[in-house]
């Protein structure tokens, strides 16, 4: 290897990189590739929650309520699904659902209305003003997403998009979706460096990262 070369291998290391390297020395018989890889997409996910929070708070909402608007949005008009579709769609339980909508319908951006075809059923439904909210933060959210990307060129992110649809279809199941989902909601509305909090409907979990 020249010296650039090095130099370059070297300007290239990581957190993750020091901490693999350590288990190398100190345990020469692990194959540590797995490791680095979640290693990297914990780190990103942690750095890619504390910007979206960001952008979130300039429209007065966080993550959670995020999530909500933009599962509602998504439904299309009249943009309102049962409590139990939200919760579903964002792989809760209904006590965590129900939280996050007692916040939202106070804040005014959501209502609750009563089901036309079951008396003790109520259905939940954007208000103009959550409209509003969800169509300036998702965008401030995918703008934030793009910038996080910008140093890679279109082929690199699709095939990175490609690679990470195709990791995680060789692992999932649905129970490791329902709970994944929660857990990657809760992680990524925490600051860098905050011990975990479990949403309603979370099951405990741990990842930091290589360790």
Do not use: C
């Amino acid at each position: 290897m020249t010296r650039d070369a090095a130099q370059q291998s070297a300007d290239d290391r990581d957190g993750v990189d020091r901490i693999v390297e350590q288990w190398a020395r100190e345990r020469p018989d692990l194959e540590t590739t797995a490791m680095s890889v979640f290693g990297r997409i914990f780190r990103l996910s942690r750095l890619a929650g504390d910007r979206m929070e960001k952008a979130y708070a300039a429209f007065g909402i966080g993550r959670p309520e995020f999530d909500v608007l933009a599962t509602l949005r998504r439904a299309g008009d009249p943009y309102q699904l049962s409590p139990g579709e939200l919760a579903a769609s964002m792989m809760l339980s209904t006590g965590g659902t129900t939280a996050r909508l007692d916040r939202l319908e106070r804040a005014g951006m959501i209502e609750r209305l009563p089901s036309p075809t079951d008396r003790r059923g109520v259905l939940v439904r954007l208000t103009p003003q959550g409209f509003d909210v969800i169509e300036q933060a998702v965008g401030a959210g995918l703008a934030e997403q793009r910038r996080m990307l910008a140093h890679l060129p279109q082929s690199k992110q699709r095939q990175l998009d490609a690679l990470l649809r195709e990791a995680l279809a060789g692992v999932r199941t649905d129970a490791d979706v329902r709970w994944l989902g929660a857990n990657l909601s809760v992680r990524l509305e925490e600051p860098a460096g905050s011990p975990p909090k479990p949403d309603a409907g979370q099951r405990p979990g741990s990842g930091r990262g290589a360790s």
